[in-house]
């Protein structure tokens, strides 16, 4: 058994053995690539009220590592395609062709017939090495393991579900059957239920019962850099743009199902002074060059590729209107609150959505997106540009987001979590 920090990291940034909190958190995480922000601001946030917080997430890294970041230990690892539980039988069989039989034929029997698979079995291995007070999981595709380990520990299970998983279209089939197995299984084991909006805790309320839910928001930390001229400048010398050009900017993963086809078609009908400027990274935006270069507005289009996270806000804040075209494609979708959307408001920059419920809502409460039909170039075309034209309202609605930035902060929002986690150790 490791004990945490110490074991592996050394000993932790300050003496919290005093204080009305020391218990240990397990978070678990399938992420594999970046770390999702609301992972590590969850984590900061425990770690700041006295908490140990150990993060593991991502089991098929390019390679393993092991660190620990204001008060976060984060345990990444490198899952090498096999199964600790038959390897001394495989050494035994000196055939080659039946060793590799062998192989094949137990990873088959452990994905369709055990409780855990291989991999799995590798996630669960790891996990086991930081017994916790409370296992607190991120996402659905470790639920089961978060169950067993919280069972065997006697330990409060906290399932935190960023979306609802299993509707993604990339996932296969008989995945998709398990996935929502596991669902109806082990979220009413739960002693805490989190989750990102309340439309998504309404659904997940009508699929599992009553759920002790706790709706915890997206919400970015306030912009460091109130310098919203040196921000301009910094964005546009960046995107290669004169001083007085306004920049329309989406930022965030570039896929194929978020719209951002019509989004790049759309800047044929911006004025003269006015260009669409990406932030991120993704295979589809070879996609959209070539779309760009197609519609002759190659110019018009700026691509920055990947930012740095502690860079993101101030960028962002140079920007005149922020632009999220999300499609209601499939129910994520409908009921998504991105993460781009609180960023677009701690940094001051009014920004214009399609019509989906989230939208909505904010635009009565707040007053800092407009929501429009964006499903198409030239609708879209037509609502950014709208908004461009329209300094009075543009003005508003940047004062809407400075209000705003209070209340739609992580700092309000973890305090939240603060107070959830101490009613679940009461």
């Given at each position: 058994?490791?004990?945490?920090?110490?074991?592996?990291?050394?000993?932790?940034?300050?003496?919290?053995?005093?204080?009305?909190?020391?218990?240990?958190?397990?978070?678990?995480?399938?992420?594999?690539?970046?770390?999702?922000?609301?992972?590590?601001?969850?984590?900061?946030?425990?770690?700041?009220?006295?908490?140990?917080?150990?993060?593991?997430?991502?089991?098929?890294?390019?390679?393993?590592?092991?660190?620990?970041?204001?008060?976060?230990?984060?345990?990444?690892?490198?899952?090498?395609?096999?199964?600790?539980?038959?390897?001394?039988?495989?050494?035994?069989?000196?055939?080659?062709?039946?060793?590799?039989?062998?192989h094949r034929l137990f990873m088959?029997?452990?994905?369709?017939?055990?409780?855990?698979?291989?991999?799995?079995?590798?996630?669960?291995?790891?996990a086991k090495q930081f017994r916790?007070?409370?296992?607190?999981?991120?996402?659905?595709?470790?639920?089961?393991?978060?169950?067993?380990?919280?069972?065997?520990?006697?330990?409060?299970?906290?399932?935190?579900?960023?979306?609802?998983?299993?509707?993604?279209?990339?996932?296969?089939?008989?995945?998709?059957?398990?996935?929502?197995?596991?669902?109806?299984?082990?979220?009413?084991?739960?002693?805490?239920?989190?989750?990102?909006?309340?439309?998504?805790?309404?659904?997940?309320?009508?699929?599992?019962?009553?759920?002790?839910?706790?709706?915890?928001?997206?919400?970015?930390?306030?912009?460091?850099?109130?310098?919203?001229?040196?921000?301009?400048?910094?964005?546009?010398?960046?995107?290669?743009?004169?001083?007085?050009?306004?920049?329309?900017?989406?930022?965030?993963?570039?896929?194929?199902?978020?719209?951002?086809?019509?989004?790049?078609?759309?800047?044929?009908?911006?004025?003269?002074?006015?260009?669409?400027?990406?932030?991120?990274?993704?295979?589809?935006?070879?996609?959209?060059?070539?779309?760009?270069?197609?519609?002759?507005?190659?110019?018009?289009?700026?691509?920055?590729?990947?930012?740095?996270?502690?860079?993101?806000?101030?960028?962002t804040r140079g920007a005149d209107?922020?632009?999220?075209?999300?499609?209601?494609?499939?129910?994520?979708?409908?009921?998504?609150?991105?993460?781009?959307?609180?960023?677009?408001?701690?940094?001051?920059?009014?920004?214009?959505?399609?019509?989906?419920?989230?939208?909505?809502?904010?635009?009565?409460?707040?007053?800092?997106?407009?929501?429009?039909?964006?499903?198409?170039?030239?609708?879209?075309?037509?609502?950014?540009?709208?908004?461009?034209?329209?300094?009075?309202?543009?003005?508003?609605?940047?004062?809407?987001?400075?209000?705003?930035?209070?209340?739609?902060?992580?700092?309000?929002?973890?305090?939240?979590?603060?107070?959830?986690?101490?009613?679940?150790?009461?």
């Open positions: 058994m490791i004990d945490f920090v110490t074991a592996t990291l050394g000993s932790p940034s300050g003496d919290h053995s005093s204080g009305p909190v020391s218990r240990r958190i397990l978070m678990l995480s399938p992420d594999c690539h970046v770390i999702d922000r609301r992972i590590l601001q969850e984590a900061r946030s425990l770690a700041r009220e006295g908490y140990r917080v150990a993060v593991l997430s991502g089991f098929e890294c390019s390679e393993e590592e092991h660190y620990t970041e204001q008060g976060v230990e984060v345990h990444r690892y490198q899952y090498d395609w096999d199964d600790e539980r038959i390897k001394g039988v495989r050494t035994r069989i000196r055939n080659e062709r039946l060793r590799l039989a062998f088959a029997f452990a994905r369709r017939c055990l409780e855990f698979n291989s991999f799995e079995t590798f996630i669960l291995s790891k916790a007070d409370i296992v607190h999981v991120h996402d659905l595709p470790f639920l089961r393991i978060a169950a067993r380990l919280a069972a065997a520990w006697d330990a409060p299970l906290v399932f935190d579900a960023h979306e609802i998983y299993y509707v993604h279209h990339s996932i296969p089939r008989g995945r998709r059957k398990r996935l929502i197995r596991d669902e109806r299984r082990f979220a009413k084991r739960a002693s805490l239920f989190i989750t990102v909006n309340d439309a998504i805790a309404e659904f997940f309320c009508r699929m599992h019962g009553n759920l002790n839910y706790l709706v915890l928001m997206n919400c970015a930390d306030g912009c460091r850099d109130p310098d919203r001229a040196a921000c301009r400048a910094e964005l546009r010398r960046m995107a290669r743009l004169a001083e007085g050009d306004r920049i329309v900017l989406y930022q965030g993963w570039i896929a194929s199902e978020r719209n951002l086809d019509t989004l790049v078609r759309s800047a044929a009908g911006f004025p003269s002074d006015a260009y669409l400027v990406v932030i991120g990274y993704g295979e589809h935006q070879k996609d959209l060059e070539r779309i760009a270069e197609e519609e002759g507005i190659g110019d018009r289009v700026r691509f920055l590729g990947r930012i740095e996270p502690d860079r993101i806000m101030s960028l209107l922020g632009v999220i075209p999300y499609q209601p494609v499939d129910l994520n979708h409908e009921l998504c609150s991105p993460n781009k959307f609180f960023e677009f408001v701690q940094a001051g920059v009014p920004v214009v959505a399609h019509d989906l419920v989230f939208f909505r809502n904010m635009k009565a409460q707040y007053g800092v997106v407009e929501t429009a039909d964006l499903s198409n170039p030239s609708r879209m075309t037509a609502a950014i540009v709208g908004l461009l034209e329209d300094a009075e309202r543009l003005a508003e609605m940047r004062d809407a987001c400075e209000r705003a930035a209070g209340p739609l902060s992580w700092e309000t929002e973890s305090r939240k979590l603060v107070r959830a986690y101490r009613a679940l150790l009461a």
